[in-house]
């Protein structure tokens, strides 16, 4: 796993890549948080999808950001809605300001206990740089984490 100018981004979980578009949040499907891709997870660990420092935790632990040295922040939601869940079947590994390497651990979620509540499993992955406007996707349909997924296309 070798990124060269901070553009590229690895699976940060098994699952399927689906569309941003597809999401049912539309302040994900509309790209208003960023441009990205949408996971259907098939696992419950979260790992790093490049190098860089946690620049965010939610609160409620389903929610991680990672700016890379290039300096574009990526955003991995897990589930819509699932804030409401108030951490109960998410565990962190990372706090804010730790150095993490691409495929460190960082997270780890209850799928069946986000279905059980109602939440939808949908987890977005996008870059909350306003000035990225679109990703190149790489992969679609099943993926591992650490496949290729995405790449930041310049902005025009």
């Known amino acids: 796993m070798v990124d ?3 553009k590229l981004f690895f699976a940060p979980m098994d699952g399927e890549v689906l ?3 597809e999401c049912v949040d539309p302040i994900f499907s509309q790209g208003i948080v960023g441009a990205g891709i ?5 696992g419950s660990k979260v790992y790093a999808p490049c190098d860089g420092t946690v620049s965010i ?3 409620c632990r389903h929610g991680i950001a990672i700016k890379n040295p ?6 991995i939601h897990i589930g819509i809605d699932t804030v409401e869940m108030d951490g109960d079947g998410f565990k962190s590994f990372k706090k804010a300001g730790d150095e993490v390497k691409c495929g460190d651990l960082l997270l780890e979620f209850d799928l069946d ?3 059980k509540a109602g939440k939808n499993i949908q987890s977005p992955v996008v ?3 306003p000035e990225i406007k679109k990703v190149e996707i790489l992969k679609s349909g099943m993926i591992n984490f650490g496949d290729e997924i995405f790449r930041i296309c310049d902005p025009k």
Do not use: C
């Open 4 to 6: 060269f100018d901070g």
């Open 19 to 21: 569309d941003l578009t």
């Open 38 to 42: 949408l996971i259907i997870p098939s």
């Open 57 to 59: 935790i939610a609160n």
């Open 70 to 75: 290039a300096g574009f922040q990526v955003l």
């Open 113 to 115: 206990r986000i279905k």
């Open 127 to 129: 870059i909350t740089n």
